[in-house]
């Protein structure tokens, strides 16, 4: 049976917040999909049961439910929105895929998920030494201020969604630190384009205190 009841927003929503283990915060959201779990669509899943939402400071966090986790295993079989043109089509193809790998290796969403970020998170881990790398290598001495478009610059091929949740990560430790550009005129659109969106702000430079 199909789920039917949500649009291609909430949709997007439902099946973001299962890519990312099945709890995360507006912010988190944002920078992971684009949009948030707010107003309507927020109330509507909340009354549904399929996700509980908490107010922490300004932003809500919202974690999956049992009914929550289920909705998502039925939507690997659903179909596409109406509207969700060729992308959709091949994004519920993947979907399906998804299924029959999960079926053949006797694996429920969860596990596969929590396994999946497991190996997301060791390879975050790696590129979070090789950013700390660039660091000192830019850096003039502990606590210098380093723009992240010359950050960027030394890391390889590493992609931009990989590069930004290892800084996001970084910021939580005590010895990093992530800021914006005090004067934002002297920003070039390199610059811009380089910061990391973090809680909803865009920050362009980075600094550690020590090796």
């Known amino acids: 049976m199909e789920n039917t009841a949500f649009g291609t927003r909430e949709r997007a929503l439902l099946l973001g917040l299962m890519t990312l283990g099945g709890t995360a915060s507006n912010p988190e959201l944002r920078a992971h999909i684009g949009n948030v779990l707010d107003g309507e669509p927020r109330r509507r899943m909340n009354k549904s049961g399929l996700v509980t939402s908490e107010k922490a400071g300004r932003a809500y966090h919202h974690t999956l439910t049992e009914e929550g986790w289920a909705w998502c295993v039925t939507e690997l079989e659903g179909s596409a929105p109406e509207r969700g043109g060729s992308l959709g089509r091949t994004l519920y193809g993947v979907l399906r895929v998804i299924k029959g790998y999960l079926d053949a290796a006797d694996l429920s969403l969860a596990e596969f998920v929590v396994k999946a970020r497991g190996s997301e998170a060791a390879a975050s881990g790696d590129l ?43 910021e939580r430790l005590p010895d990093v630190h992530l800021v914006p550009e005090a004067d934002q005129k002297i920003l070039t659109d390199e610059d811009r384009e380089a910061a990391v969106l973090i809680g909803g702000v865009s920050k362009h430079l980075l600094a550690i205190e020590a090796r």
């Open 128 to 170: 979070a030494e090789a950013i700390r790398d660039a660091y000192w290598r830019l850096a003039r001495e502990p606590q210098d201020w380093v723009l992240l478009t010359r950050l960027r610059a030394r890391l390889g091929d590493a992609s931009r969604e990989a590069v930004d949740e290892a800084l996001r990560q970084l």
